[in-house]
């Protein structure tokens, strides 16, 4: 069965910071481009960062440039998200996604991610 799992989400303070990993299984990582995407109660599900399959390119949302650090080990199968420097507005159920490496689209359309994780969901609040 394929299937992404993400972890590593909780309570953070402000200002603090969480690593969340997402792994792979049924299928192999290093063919696709992995994308994380966070969703707020109330607001649509948006782009966080995205990492191609073989780690040579990574893109951030705005907000969260110098702040998140994406990687990958494909080796462990496993993409990570580094968070530093956590905010409120950061709050959300984030989600890993997997796309075919030879899809070149935006790495926000959201439509060409083939596999979805079921989410970790991040709290950042005094």
């Known amino acids: 069965q394929l299937q992404l799992v993400e972890s590593g989400g909780g309570l953070v303070q402000p200002g603090g910071s969480l690593r969340l990993s997402c792994t792979a299984s049924g299928f192999t990582l290093d063919r696709y481009g992995i994308g994380w995407f966070r969703q707020a109660p109330g607001k649509e599900r948006e782009g966080v960062s995205y990492i191609s399959a073989f780690g040579r390119r990574t893109l951030y949302a705005d907000s969260v440039k110098g702040r998140f650090t994406i990687s990958r080990d494909n080796a462990g199968n496993t993409v990570y998200l580094q968070m530093n420097s956590l905010q409120p507005e950061d709050t959300a159920s984030y989600y890993c996604?997997?796309?075919?490496?030879?899809?070149?689209?935006?790495?926000?359309?959201?439509?060409?991610?083939?596999?979805w994780g079921q989410g970790t969901q991040v709290t950042v609040s005094s």
């Open positions: 996604a997997a796309r075919p490496r030879t899809v070149i689209d935006l790495w926000t359309d959201q439509r060409r991610y083939d596999y």
